[in-house]
């Protein structure tokens, strides 16, 4: 009887290494030690390795490229993880085809049949706000193109994924704003049918509901950008009861809501505490510099391209997702 083929898979646990290590040694590429590539050439030839013939056939009868699909490079959030893909993929010999769907979901679409057109050999992607029909992903699967989602997923689809942990993050944000003395917390929340929307609203209830906050409809706000955020903070710092703390889906709409905050002559952290998602240069430069939920991008980009190249070059054996920790960053827009 003879031995099963072994795979990239086996050598890297063998000789303790990454699959994506093992793939380049055996293609020679100098960014891996000479003494790297010995050492897996050897243990290669010694156990009979066959490169995987699907695997081949895919990266000769396409490109050597990579299609990524941005909703908005001028958010930080999305520049962080296109530079943690850009930084694996040439270290790993793949190049990148960079596009931006500007949160539009008919350019979302075309840009998946140029990417098809261009004979790509997988897709990085992040759903546009307004996409609910996924007909364009399932037509790259049906040409052997694999996908890996991140961020904002589509869970109708079975690929590859990559996410923070919203629901934690959210819960972990939500909890130290109540034991820092919030009573009354509005939520401004991205479109309701997102994943991330649904995971961190679920984070932000059960961490009022843990502490026994009273939440009604209308401290959940659908409010997703800056403009949008000082638009109708406004009336809302108006009210009777008004709140005592603002959770915002992301840093752009913490600021707008900072900023109506500001121009109502309400005390920051005093009267209004605040707190955002993302971490980036906006949550640094706000005055007070705003708290914050860390998304960590460069991972969530790293992870993603990693997880397509194993897809791509056969060491894959069943769906992997991946799921990204957060953190919470404490700074002067809470307590």
Same mark, same amino acid.
């Given at each position: ?226 403009? &949008? +955020?000082?638009?109708?903070? !406004? ?8 709140? @005592? =703390?603002?959770? %915002?889906? *992301? ?11 500001? &121009? +109502?002559?309400?005390?920051? !952290? ?8 993302? @971490? =980036?240069?906006? %949550?640094? *430069? ?50």
């Amino acid at each position: 009887m003879s031995k099963p083929q072994i795979t990239i898979k086996d050598i890297a646990k063998a000789l303790g290494v990454s699959p994506s290590t093992v793939s380049r040694a055996l293609k020679d590429n100098p960014d891996i030690s000479q003494e790297t590539r010995d050492a897996i050439h050897k243990y290669a030839q010694e156990h009979n390795y066959k490169p995987n013939a699907l695997a081949l056939n895919l990266r000769t009868s396409r490109s050597n490229t990579i299609g990524v699909i941005i909703p908005q490079l001028v958010h930080h959030f999305f520049s962080c993880v296109l530079s943690g893909i850009e930084a694996t993929a040439a270290k790993a010999g793949y190049n990148i085809l960079v596009a931006q769907s500007n949160e539009e979901y008919e350019r979302e679409v075309k840009i998946v049949h140029s990417f098809l057109a261009a004979r790509v050999c997988g897709v990085i992607t992040s759903l546009a706000k307004d996409t609910v029909q996924y007909d364009h992903y399932q037509e790259l699967l049906n040409n052997n193109i694999p996908i890996v989602f991140y961020d904002r997923i589509c869970t109708g689809i079975n690929t590859e994924r990559v996410v923070v942990d919203d629901y934690a993050g959210s819960f972990a944000a939500v909890e130290y704003m109540i034991q820092t003395g919030c009573k009354r917390i509005y939520f401004y929340s991205s479109p309701p049918h997102m994943e991330i929307s649904k995971n961190r609203r679920n984070g932000y209830l059960d961490a009022m509901k843990k502490y026994k906050m009273r939440v009604d409809d209308s401290m959940i706000k659908f409010c997703d950008t800056r403009e &949008q +955020a000082i638009a109708i903070t !406004p009336d809302i710092l108006e009210e009777e009861n008004r709140p @005592d =703390g603002f959770f %915002a889906i *992301n840093d752009e709409t913490a600021s707008g809501i900072l900023y109506a905050c500001k &121009q +109502a002559k309400l005390k920051i !952290p005093e009267e209004v505490s605040i707190c955002g998602f993302t @971490d =980036g240069a906006i %949550a640094q *430069n706000t005055d007070p510099k705003l708290t914050t939920v860390e998304q960590h991008g460069e991972e969530i980009g790293e992870s993603a391209i990693s997880l397509l190249i194993d897809k791509i070059e056969g060491n894959m054996e069943k769906s992997s997702n991946k799921i990204v920790r957060t953190n919470l960053v404490v700074r002067g827009t809470t307590k």
